[in-house]
């Protein structure tokens, strides 16, 4: 009764605090999912009309060398060639269908799409969490202690990983270590017959992604590595850094507590920006190590090209970018304050 | 400092071991490849698409049609030594004295896979579902195309009443269905069925194997069928494995991942010659590449279509062009060897049916010259002929941006048409819209090819007036003519071959209508290419080539192989038969060159990195 009406009626303007939300915070959070919101928007539209307007005649390639009399043919083009109006419309009310079935795998689009997440979830997300943990570290490390022997030898190495074409680098480790070590599969995400509900079959699918999860964390971590290390040069070289070392804290306190959490934002952005195209795979690993995910599929899906499957990847992999940009924008802001104000 | 880097060393050593041991340890506890006594026999191919489905209405990929013909069986089979027609469910088959129906015998006591009994009313089912299902059409729509009735008169026999005699009578390949599992399977939901079978619940089929599982874009297993009319085969088990791209295919037969790569490149083909245990065959193949020429683009009704160079619609023109390619040295350069010379559009695998030209075009480029002189082309200024009017000779060929060979041919292509005096300007384009540019009649030259299947009419129908491009509503549709070709006598003699049931008089008007379009010259017949395959002969032993002797292994017309080959016996097995990869194929002078040229990377790398980091620090240190 006393204190609180008091409070309430003086104007203090709330000082922004880490991990406090506050009236700019919830416009900063507003405005943010309304500008993703429109992007998608955008995109959604912008994807819609893209398809519309590529030449070609996809229906004719697929069906050429196989007996199809003008009805048939009709038939199937009529879901390609209805009105613009309606096609939007029904694109409109389920993009990823849309009353058209891919013309290559004859089923909605959304079914073709949909088993093949998994497998591009589980190879890009793991890559990613293994990567960003090693680079993060190394960075870090060789950041901190600059020109230290760690340092030299990391950064060579990291620069040396950055620069490999994936392609080559893939087939390199395919080489060793599946056909001349024969210690890993050549391809695929488990050995035919495994049954995948037993812990046996996790052990079969683990196996498989060994080389093409490492070869990917390999080329992610360099770059989260070459990050961290950049902006932990630039916090070492800060004056809160030196004060806190003048109050004569550790080395190990001054890294951890005070330059490391600052150091983050920027390879975290990177490590979010990224997610989103977790979505999207690894087009050339997923190649060279024959995973089926939604990489691979994009380029059957090319391949013709399927525009109904097309279209909807496309949508798929803007929207997961949008999605991740947010979510990294909305963290961005509650590490750090600054961004909110 | 020391301490870190060495606990990072011991890590990611830690790190490399256990993930090494994880390996070896459930590669041993996974099914091994080498047949042991009681374990069954697993023959696994390697391929590069996945079936596109395994519904036979459905899927129209060569994966899925070399998955439904080991499922179902077909009335006849096509010979594995030279196409011919040999008895397949049916026993023996006669058309009437009137030309008006066929009564094919069926086997009797055979049972489809699940023990119901295989009978002549499946048949009657299988056909009847073609006839008045229009879903059901898009697949085998050709074959009933003369039917009007199907009869199961008795368990072993079906009578065709057919509208006008045709040859593909003796050639029905619809796969033979079981009714007990499809009737329930009605015209709406067809068109979604997926056919897929399980360990638990196997597809039930009537032909060598049957499908049990699926991993849509990794693998399919096939189980061998105990109650397959021509005996249970040898192979337990078939699993197709799926891979991304050829490279991974070879190196996963190198591995013994696989017994059986299916559609490799030449370049890979030739990596895996001379590898112990290892086979590669270039085997005949039934498809060819052609420059066809726009010979006056016009709709199905004569309306003249499109902006083609008037000039190639002189005969002699496209002829003296013909006498300008080499084209042993495009399957030499283009091919690596793998193919033979271009002639005719039925190619040299369909023995009874090929015509190799008496007349044929060889490689003359001063006879080409001769010709073009003679015609009326004369020289001009720039070197480039130019015809009476002072038209020049240029032309533009496309190619396709989806296949290196169409455009390393067309390359070459151009350089012997620009040595005879004829420009050509080159394109490289998709084929999808390749296929559009072409049906409306908006090209002079492309170069494509074409799969032909041993039945001829479909390859002869590309070239007839009626296939020319057509209208629907506003919009011009290609068809399956891509030259333009329309010629009366041609198409009286494709009437006459599409109802000649007998095979040898057919052949006869068949040759003829090879010999018209050779002289007149729509097409220019680069190649005929070879397909690669290569298989584990430390393995598997009993493939039959179709046709005999140099045809392709697998992916044949027919299960040929599949029910011939059998694992390499043991005595042999004991002394190559260890999975290859492990024990005794390590190549270490190759991982030591590759592990050499990491360390010299890494140093090289280091070197770079001191000095740059020593400027930095001492800049740093001002």
Redesign the interface.
Same mark, same amino acid.
Do not use: C, H
């Given at each position: 009764m006393s204190v609180l009406p008091d409070i309430a009626t003086v104007p203090v303007r709330e000082h922004p605090r880490t991990g406090t939300w506050s009236s700019p915070t919830l416009r900063y959070v507003v405005g943010r999912v309304l500008s993703a919101f429109g992007t998608l928007v955008f995109v959604v539209l912008f994807n819609f009309f893209l398809f519309r307007v590529m030449?070609?005649?996809?229906i004719?390639?697929?069906t050429?060398?196989?007996?199809?009399?003008?009805d048939?043919?009709?038939a199937l083009?009529s879901q390609l060639?209805a009105p613009l109006g309606q096609q939007l419309l029904e694109y409109l009310t389920n993009p990823f269908a849309g009353g058209v079935d891919s013309i290559?795998?004859?089923?909605p689009v959304w079914e073709v799409i949909s088993?093949?997440v998994p497998a591009t979830l589980l190879l890009v997300g793991t890559a990613t969490v293994i990567a960003t943990l090693v680079g993060v570290w190394l960075g870090i490390?060789s950041g901190w202690?600059?020109? +230290?022997? $760690?340092?030299?030898?990391s950064? &060579? @190495?990291t620069?040396?990983l950055y620069s490999m074409p994936e392609f080559w680098f893939g087939?390199?480790i395919?080489?060793?270590f599946?056909?001349?070590? +024969?210690? $890993?599969?050549?391809?695929?995400? &488990? @050995?035919?017959?495994?049954d995948l509900g037993t812990p046996?079959g996790w052990?079969?699918v683990?196996?498989h992604l060994?080389l093409p999860v490492?070869t990917l964390a390999v080329i992610y971590f360099a770059e989260y590595s070459l990050i961290m290390r950049a902006s932990i040069l630039e916090e070492r070289s800060q004056e809160y850094v030196q004060t806190a070392r003048a109050k004569g804290l550790m080395d190990s306190v001054v890294r951890r507590r005070h330059a490391v959490p600052n150091a983050l934002l920027p390879t975290m952005t990177l490590v979010f920006l990224n997610l989103g195209f977790v979505i999207g795979g690894a087009i050339t690993i997923?190649?060279?190590?024959?995973?089926?995910g939604l990489g691979?599929?994009t380029?059957v899906a090319l391949?013709?090209?399927d525009v109904p499957l097309l279209q909807a990847l496309f949508l798929l992999f803007s929207a997961a970018v949008i999605v991740a940009n947010l979510v990294a924008d909305l963290l961005y802001g509650w590490f750090d304050p600054r961004v909110r104000t | 400092m020391r301490t870190t880097r060495l606990l990072a060393l011991a890590a990611a050593a830690a790190l490399t071991v256990g993930l090494g041991a994880t390996g070896t340890a459930v590669a041993s506890g996974s099914p091994s490849p080498a047949p042991a006594a009681a374990e069954p026999v697993v023959f696994t191919v390697g391929m590069l698409g996945d079936i596109d489905s395994a519904n036979p209405f459905t899927g129209i990929a060569a994966e899925s049609y070399e998955i439904f013909q080991l499922e179902y069986p077909t009335l006849t089979e096509y010979a594995s030594s030279d196409f011919s027609i040999v008895p397949g469910l049916a026993e023996s088959w006669e058309e009437s004295a009137d030309k008006t129906t066929w009564t094919y015998k069926i086997r009797s006591g055979v049972t489809w896979s699940d023990g119901t009994p295989l009978t002549a009313k499946d048949v009657e089912y299988t056909f009847n579902r073609v006839l008045n299902g229009e879903y059901e059409q898009t697949n085998y729509g050709s074959y009933v195309e003369n039917i009007a009735k199907v009869e199961a008169t008795d368990d072993t026999t079906v009578v065709f009443t057919v509208s006008k005699p045709s040859p593909i009578m003796e050639k029905l390949y619809v796969y033979i269905l079981p009714q007990h599992i499809w009737k329930d399977i009605d015209e709406k939901a067809v068109t979604s069925y997926k056919n897929e079978g399980t360990p638990k619940e196997p597809t039930v089929g009537g032909g060598a194997f049957v499908m049990v599982e699926r991993k849509v874009g990794q693998y399919i297993r096939m189980q061998a069928n105990d109650n397959y009319y021509g005996g249970r085969p040898a192979v337990d088990e078939i699993v197709y494995r799926i891979y991304k791209n050829e490279d991974a295919l070879g190196q996963a037969l190198k591995a013994g991942e696989i017994d059986f790569a299916e559609g490799l490149n030449a370049n890979v083909a030739k990596s895996l010659e001379g590898v112990e245990g290892i086979t590669t065959v270039s085997a005949v193949y039934s498809g060819f590449d052609e420059i066809a020429f726009n010979v006056g683009a016009a709709l199905d009704d004569g309306t003249a279509i499109g902006d083609g160079n008037p000039l190639l619609e002189d005969v002699k023109l496209r002829q003296a062009l013909q006498w300008a390619v080499d084209r042993q040295a495009l399957v030499d350069k283009v091919l690596g060897g793998g193919g033979s010379a271009g002639s005719t559009v039925i190619p040299p695998i369909y023995a009874d049916l090929h015509l190799e030209p008496a007349n044929a075009f060889g490689y003359d480029p001063e006879k080409a010259k001769a010709l073009l002189d003679d015609a009326g082309y004369a020289e001009g200024p720039d070197g480039v002929r130019v015809d009476s009017e002072g038209n020049e000779l240029r032309f533009r060929l496309f190619s396709r941006s989806d296949s290196p060979t169409s455009q390393k041919s067309s390359e070459f292509v151009k350089s012997y048409f620009e040595a005879v005096g004829v420009a050509i300007d080159l394109k490289v384009v998709s084929e999808d819209a390749l296929i559009e540019i072409v049906g409306q009649g908006n090209f002079d030259m492309f170069e494509w090819g074409w799969v032909v299947e041993p039945d001829p009419n479909y390859q002869l129908s590309t070239f007839t007036c009626a296939n020319r491009s057509y209208k629907d509503g506003e919009d011009i549709y290609a068809n399956l003519s891509d030259s333009f070709y329309c010629d009366e006598e041609y198409d009286s003699l494709f009437e006459k071959q599409s109802v000649e049931t007998d095979s040898a008089a057919r052949a006869e008007i068949v040759k003829q209508m090879q010999q018209k379009l050779y002289d007149d010259s729509p097409y220019l017949v680069t190649f005929y290419y070879d397909n690669y395959e290569a298989y584990r002969s430390d393995r598997f032993t009993g493939f039959v080539p179709q046709p005999d002797p140099d045809g392709a292994l697998l992916f044949q017309y027919g299960t040929w192989s599949y029910e011939s080959i059998k694992p390499v016996v043991k005595a042999e097995q004991g002394e190559t038969g260890a999975p290859a990869a492990s024990e005794s194929g390590v190549n270490w002078p190759v991982i030591i060159g590759i592990g050499a040229l990491v360390v010299v990377a890494g140093l090289v790398g280091a070197l770079l990195a001191r000095g740059r980091n020593k400027d930095i620090d001492s800049d740093d240190r001002e």
């Open positions: 030449p070609g005649d996809p004719s390639l697929y050429r060398g196989r007996a199809m009399d003008q048939q043919l009709r083009r060639n290559r795998f004859n089923e088993p093949r490390r202690n600059r020109g +230290g022997r $760690f340092d030299k030898v950064t &060579s @190495t620069l040396v087939m390199i395919l080489i060793v599946s056909v001349q070590l +024969g210690w $890993f599969p050549v391809g695929g995400l &488990s @050995t035919p017959g495994t046996a052990l079969d683990a196996w060994v490492t997923e190649y060279v190590f024959s995973i089926d691979s599929l380029v391949q013709g090209p | -």
